[in-house]
């Protein structure tokens, strides 16, 4: 069984998923893919690969929202995935952890794979609704790995992902196609090792207008009876990316991963893996958050020194003060200073905030 964060409308069509491994893609390695990362489930002697993401500072992750808002900081100071059952209760899955750099699933270098110690969704994320926008999750892991970096796009210079013979790939762990199964093997620590695909894959998605994939999402929606339930689901061409055209896509398994386009300089990471219909079909994108929207809120997050200041917030109108005329002060011989106040007495200091991770 591989248990995965890809959002299924299964309420109201069982056949059509939200896409989050790449179909039709190829075997690939990490080398080319920096930072790439596989965020997995840990329970008992089983590791469940459940989202991709990449390393982008020595100890901070960007993946999906909905890939991170199950995950749970426990008093340990470690992540845990949980599951919210239909009454409500939570069922607690097993660790998380982050294998950093992995071309194949069942070879694990030491020191490449680290617990999480902090999960921050972004602020306007609506759970349980990726479709929504803002979908974008940062993870602190417990030590800094080092090794490579994906390299982000800019807020100030974005790439031109448009632009004529643009090399636009994406890559994961996910499965292979919209209804292919897992694949499972034992490691030599003996470990039961589950993803859609134990190798890492990449593909060749090419970017889609943002009015014509609007258009294609819509058509989707109506085409699968969500028009109605999904009102409003569109995409935003200030935030999100689409790309793909049929065969190669990502699909389950592969949220959280990177959309990049490849430079002279290596790749630059353009997009987040986020959602869209089915995987791998000609006539629905997949959707992306795009990065460079987001700079300024990654940067406070990671590393809150470099962060722009925030604007001001703006402060209502004051009300006129009226002037007052001094009041004459009486003749006097000799002026006599006031007494100086008592000094005030200072509490003593309070103690340091505990801080809660998560």
Request: proline fraction near 11%.
């Amino acid at each position: 069984m591989i248990r995965t964060l890809k959002w299924a409308f299964a309420a109201l069509a069982g056949a059509v998923l939200l896409a989050s491994c790449m179909v039709a893609g190829r075997d690939t390695d990490a080398s080319k893919w920096p930072g790439i990362v596989s965020i997995q489930t840990v329970s008992g002697r089983t590791v469940y690969h459940e989202c991709g993401g990449t390393l982008i500072a020595p100890d901070w992750v960007l993946t999906a929202a909905h890939c991170a808002e199950d995950m749970r900081v426990e008093p340990s100071g470690r992540a845990a995935m949980y599951q919210t059952e239909a009454d409500g209760r939570q069922t607690r899955l097993g660790a998380v952890a982050v294998g950093v750099g992995l071309t194949d699933l069942r070879k694990v270098p030491a020191g490449s794979v680290q617990p999480v110690a902090e999960v921050i969704l972004h602020p306007d994320y609506a759970p349980g609704a990726p479709e929504r926008g803002n979908d974008l999750a940062l993870l602190r892991l417990s030590m800094p790995v080092s090794g490579p970096r994906m390299t982000l796009d800019s807020a100030e210079m974005p790439v031109d992902v448009f632009q004529p013979y643009a090399s636009v790939l994406a890559a994961g762990y996910g499965r292979k196609g919209e209804g292919a199964g897992s694949e499972g093997a034992v490691t030599r620590t003996g470990r039961q090792i589950e993803a859609g695909s134990l190798v890492l894959q990449e593909g060749y998605v090419p970017p889609v207008a943002p009015a014509e994939c609007a258009d294609l999402i819509a058509q989707g929606l109506a085409r699968e009876g969500l028009a109605e339930a999904y009102a409003g689901v569109s995409v935003d061409a200030a935030t999100q990316l689409c790309a793909g055209r049929g065969g190669t896509d990502a699909c389950q398994g592969d949220s959280g991963g990177p959309l990049v386009l490849r430079t002279v300089n290596g790749p630059v990471q353009v997009g987040v893996v986020s959602w869209g219909l089915g995987c791998g079909r000609p006539e629905n994108p997949g959707i992306y958050m795009r990065v460079s929207a987001y700079r300024d809120w990654i940067t406070r997050v990671t590393d809150p020194a470099a962060a722009p200041p925030l604007p001001p917030p703006e402060m209502p109108a004051e009300a006129p003060i009226e002037t007052l005329e001094p009041l004459p002060v009486p003749p006097s011989e000799e002026t006599v200073p006031e007494a100086a106040p008592p000094a005030e007495m200072l509490p003593d200091p309070l103690p340091e905030a505990a801080v809660t991770p998560g």
